[in-house]
Structure formats: C-alpha cells, structure tokens
C-alpha cells in the first residue's frame, strides 16, 4: 500500500494497482456520460466563462497527451528528474478553438491513450512510481502522484459534466 498525495489535499493510502484501476476507468464513465446528447447540448454553456461539455472533452483528450508525456518522461529518466511542463489550458482551449472540434475524435484519443498508458502501468515494478519528475509550478511529482492526479482530473470533470447535463434538464424543463 503506498501513500498516495491527492493533488486538491487530501492524503489517501491505495496500492498501486487500485490508482491505475481508477485511472483506467475514465473513458468508459466518460462515453456513458455523453452518450446520445445532441451537438447543441454538447456546445451548451452555463454561462461563456465556464466550459461546455465538448470544451471539456477536448480538454481531457488535450491533457492526457500532456499527462503521457509527463508519465513517461518519468518512466524513462535516469539519475536526473525530468521537467515536468506546464502549460496555460485556458489558452489553448480558446486558441484551439475547442467548442467547434469533433469531440468524438477527442474521446477516441483519451480512450486510446488511457488504454495504452494503463498497459504500460500495469507492466512496471512498483518501485517505478516512486520516481519523479519536477514540474514547473507543482514541485516534485511521483509517477504515482501523476496517476492518481490524471485519475481524480477526470473525475473532477465527469462531475462538471454532470452538472452541466442537471443545468441543461433545468433549462430545457
């Protein structure tokens, strides 16, 4: 069992195996989350500061890149930490333009990604997660730091979906 630093503060004690399990469950959540919602739902916007369900999907497909990435910058280091980057996600979902992308592209590249970042999780010893990178504004993150940040990261935004979806039942009531 390993002590695992939930990045919004809580500190929860879970193997390994259960973080990558919670990890790997995202995109099937995410797709029963989403199933049969029109293009005008998906566009929906509580209001033009927050996000509407597709930004949201294009933003996890955007993030996991990164969160791979990071993953296995970490996996690969040597005796160095790499630099774990960040970026501004507000930016890029008004740069990309994200609420007129295909967000059924979206979620086949976070599905696949998961899918195969969570092989590669399960193939690795356990004294792998305890490597880490530093990332720029966070500090130090372990490989396990990293999984259980990506797990509760699309969690955090099934729920926003959610709320969404209850807003969109309101309106439309």
């Not at 399990?21 to 049969?36: D, I, N």
């Not at 509580?46 to 294009?58: A, G, H, V, Y």
């Not at 996991?64 to 930490?81: D, F, H, K, Q, W």
Request: net charge neutral.
């Amino acid at each position: 069992m390993a002590k695992v630093k939930n990045p919004f503060g809580e500190t929860e004690a879970r193997s390994f195996k259960d973080e990558i399990a919670r990890y790997a469950s995202a995109p099937q959540k995410l797709e029963f989350a989403v199933e049969r919602l029109s293009g005008a739902k998906l566009r929906w916007k509580p209001n033009p500061k927050k996000w509407s369900i597709r930004e949201t999907l294009m933003h996890l497909a955007d993030s996991e890149v990164i969160a791979v990435a990071r993953m296995n910058l970490i996996i690969a280091s040597g005796a160095t930490p790499p630099t774990l980057v960040a970026y501004d996600q507000d930016k890029l979902a008004e740069r990309a333009d994200y609420n007129v992308q295909d967000e059924l592209l979206a979620l086949s590249l976070f599905k696949a990604l998961r899918k195969h970042q969570t092989a590669i999780l399960k193939s690795l010893p356990d004294d792998v997660f305890e490597k880490f990178g530093m990332h720029e504004e966070r500090g130090k993150m372990t490989l396990a730091d990293l999984v259980a940040h990506s797990a509760d990261h699309a969690e955090t935004h099934l729920k926003h979906i959610e709320r969404i979806k209850e807003e969109l039942a309101h309106t439309e009531g």
